[in-house]
């Protein structure tokens, strides 16, 4: 069974997540907190998550299944024991081996981890008891969360700013933290210290996804209804009101309506139906409802972006921001977008949700579990890009510098018209050049200027004479370029001649090796011979 993402809709259908294989490799370098990983580090990164009040804080996965942490550590949020901050990747050891299914967090922050053997591991921010270890003591370490879950397998988990809610394999939902809003769900505004199954008009559905906002939780059930419950002083729970609801009710303004997917904002609602259109209510003063006005909305409003489908909603509890992925590949975002208030979708040149809040929202941080595998659904191009250099599927070959470079004729013949006109009655399957008549051809300048480095290293008496002609051939500039010196001979006392340097005009690095050949091969009886630029 394929691992899957929280708070991610595909065109499948899949009702927790989105599959780890379904997402593209993403840029992590997006994020300013990764620019504290090296280059080897980051190409190990499997999964990864940006949290903390100021997007300080990331969390990710390596090939090995290792898990390591850096940033701030505000609270100890990083579960690495302690609450020092740390500039160099730390390992979660307790973790290692564990592979996340899902993962959340708070504004404390708290983390809430999910495994793919169903497992739940909470550590961080705990002043509420959002880490469900029946404690309000913050979790220095990640500690395993079995109260009511022991026979349970956690397969989503979702946090607001101080409760954590999680979806189970069998479609329950339990809760636990802060309920000042009732956002717990239980009927009553205690704090709950450990998890508790909400029922009311949940207990006999089967929940397909879940979402928080900052002190609000909402369900989506198989059959498409909308359950919410918490904090309504925005509308954010859609029920017409702005009174809070201590225990799920269904929204009914979606009567008739078919939810797959919804996704919370600090104060705002999103839901994606099955028919591709998206439906928002909640706060609005950043525009972040996308109905072109920056007034509140209690009531489920449609969200016009495009005729395209829309296949995938973003938001997080954290920030005031909305972005959506069309079945096109067209990404829009409105709301809060550094600084500015976009009050209707804006279509970008990001090719998916997750740059919107790397880019534009405050703080920068994730709003879901980034995959950063290669995508097993290729593009067109991506696919050709996949195969160059391949010998299993080329059919030209080309020699440069003893080695080949595996091509397709077809391709070049479409690309290129100096290989349109070569190849198009040429049955060659290989083409010898060389690697400096192709910089020079192609005028790859950077390319040329590697070749004239490498050369010039080369330089020596036996092929000076060919090198000053190819200098000269593909005019390089470069490879004529030396120190500034000239060599000199003099006569010591004992009749033997030993060389000189003296300061003159920039010297021809090939020119210099062919005079020093000329000189040693003359009968040369100066007490004194320099060679330079401009001859001897």
């Known amino acids: 069974m394929e691992e899957e993402l929280p708070g991610f809709y595909g065109e499948s259908g899949k009702p927790v997540q989105a599959t780890l294989s379904s997402l593209k490799m993403l840029d992590v370098g997006k994020w300013p907190i990764f620019s504290l990983c090296s ?45 020092q901050s740390t ?20 504004s404390g922050p ?50 607001g700013s101080y409760h954590s809610l999680v979806l189970t394999s069998d479609g329950e939902v339990f809760a636990w933290g802060y309920n000042n809003s009732g956002q717990v769900g239980s009927g009553s505004t205690a704090n709950q210290p450990i998890p508790r ?4 008009c949940l207990q006999n559905k089967v929940v397909m996804n879940i979402a928080c906002g900052q002190m609000c939780s909402m369900a989506v059930v198989d059959t498409g209804e909308v359950y919410v419950w918490g904090y309504n ?42 028919e591709g259109q998206v439906y928002a209510w909640g706060a609005n003063s950043y525009g972040q409802l996308g109905t072109g006005n920056k007034s509140n909305q209690s009531y489920p409003t449609p969200v016009v972006v495009e005729k395209d489908r829309i296949i995938e909603i973003a938001a997080c509890h954290s920030a005031h921001t909305s972005a959506a992925k069309t079945q096109g590949g067209h990404v829009y975002m409105w709301g809060q977008c550094r600084g500015q208030s976009v009050t209707l979708p804006h279509l ?33 191009a991506e696919s ?28 070049l013949k479409i690309r290129c018209e100096h290989f349109r006109s070569s190849l198009e009655d040429s049955e060659d399957d290989i083409v010898e050049m060389r690697l400096l008549d192709l910089a020079t051809f192609y005028s790859e300048t950077r390319l ?28 390089a500039q470069y490879l004529n370029k030396n120190k500034r010196y000239s060599t000199a001979s003099s006569w010591n006392g004992d009749g033997r001649k030993c060389p000189v340097r003296r300061p003159c005009p920039p010297a021809s690095g090939l020119r210099r090796v062919l005079l020093q050949i000329l000189y040693k091969s003359s009968d040369c009886s100066n007490t004194d011979f320099r060679i330079c630029r401009n001859g001897p």
């Open 197 to 200: 199954r909400v029922t009311g």
């Open 384 to 411: 050709l890009k996949r195969e160059f250099d391949n010998p299993d599927t080329a059919d030209l070959k080309f020699l440069v510098d003893g080695k080949y470079i595996y091509a397709h004729k077809v391709l």
């Open 348 to 380: 970008t040149h990001f090719c998916c949700t997750d740059d919107v809040f790397a880019c534009f929202a405050t703080p920068a941080v994730t709003w879901r579990l980034l995959s950063v595998e290669p995508d097993d659904h290729l593009t067109v």
């Open 87 to 106: 500039l160099e990747p730390q390992r979660l050891d307790s973790l290692t081996g564990k592979k996340i299914a899902s993962l959340s967090y708070g």
């Open 39 to 83: 280059e080897e580090e980051l190409q190990l990164i499997r999964q990864a998550c940006v949290f903390g009040s100021a997007g300080n804080e990331v969390l990710y996965t390596t090939v090995n299944d290792e898990i390591f942490v850096l940033g701030t550590n505000c609270s100890g949020c990083l579960g690495v024991g302690d609450i």
């Open 448 to 475: 040329k200027k590697l070749c004239q480095q490498t050369i010039k290293q080369g330089i020596c008496e036996e092929n000076a004479i060919a090198l000053l002609s190819a200098a000269v051939k593909y005019d």
């Open 110 to 159: 708290h983390i809430v981890l999910a495994t793919t053997d169903g497992e739940v591991f909470t550590w961080g921010h705990n002043a509420y008891s959002q880490l469900g270890n029946g404690t309000a003591t913050h979790g220095l370490l990640p500690c395993h969360i079995s109260t009511n879950l022991s026979n349970k397998q956690v397969i989503e988990v979702a946090c």
């Open 233 to 274: 002083g925005n509308g954010q729970l859609g029920l017409g009101s702005s009174g809070n609801q201590p225990t799920p009710c269904r929204v009914a303004a979606l009567q008739g309506i078919h939810v797959q997917r919804v996704a919370c904002g600090y104060a705002h609602t999103l839901v994606l139906t099955d």
